[in-house]
């Protein structure tokens, strides 16, 4: 049942969010500060480590900032993407590249997902930003998806950076494993 809820939180969100998509497919800034009444700054720094370390493959690699007394960590990742065949003999399936910054203070922390890009493993087949004046797409410098298309990219990418928000945001609220074993 607990995974059934989590589940239903994440979809919701991520149908209420992909309707701040703009014409132009463009979205927000990805950033919001969220409360967490009674953690200390130390301790949500410390809740911040664990999720990357959880969530790439490599957090050594990932992080590029990590400066406990200034409460800020800054990583480039990136989230897998398997793309539908838009245009037979073309693969736009990579990757989405981003870069997030977790800055924390007593009782709130705020994320930011700046540089939020789509990266095809095929060359000439990446689109390039995905995130507000940026996101024309206007990377591709072989074959482009139609316009319906990279509308589709830029929605799957914007997703799975809510869905990835959304679990540092669980994380940062779950209270960390005693070690007493």
Not at 88 to 95: E, L, M, V
Not at 137 to 157: C, D, E, V, Y
């Amino acid at each position: 049942m607990k995974y059934l809820n989590t589940f239903l939180l994440v979809l919701c969100s991520l149908i209420s969010y992909s309707q701040d998509i703009e014409d132009n497919g463009s979205v927000p800034t990805l950033t919001e500060i969220v409360k967490v009444e009674g953690v200390s700054k130390e301790e949500l720094y410390n809740r911040a480590k664990v999720w990357f370390v959880r969530n790439f493959k490599s957090a050594k690699n990932v992080i590029q900032l990590d400066d406990k007394v200034a409460g800020k960590i800054i990583g480039k990742g990136n989230i897998p993407y398997d793309a539908p065949a838009f245009n037979p003999g073309t693969n736009f399936s990579g990757y989405f590249e981003l870069m997030l910054t977790v800055e924390l203070k007593d009782g709130r922390f705020r994320y930011s997902i700046e540089d939020l890009q789509h990266v095809a493993n095929k060359s000439g087949c990446s689109g390039g930003a995905l995130i507000n004046e940026k996101a024309s797409g206007n990377r591709f410098l072989g074959t482009a998806p139609s316009k319906k298309g990279w509308k589709k990219i830029q929605k799957t990418g914007n997703s799975d950076a809510q869905a990835l928000i959304y679990t540092l945001v669980e994380a940062m609220k779950k209270p960390s494993q005693s070690d007493d074993w």
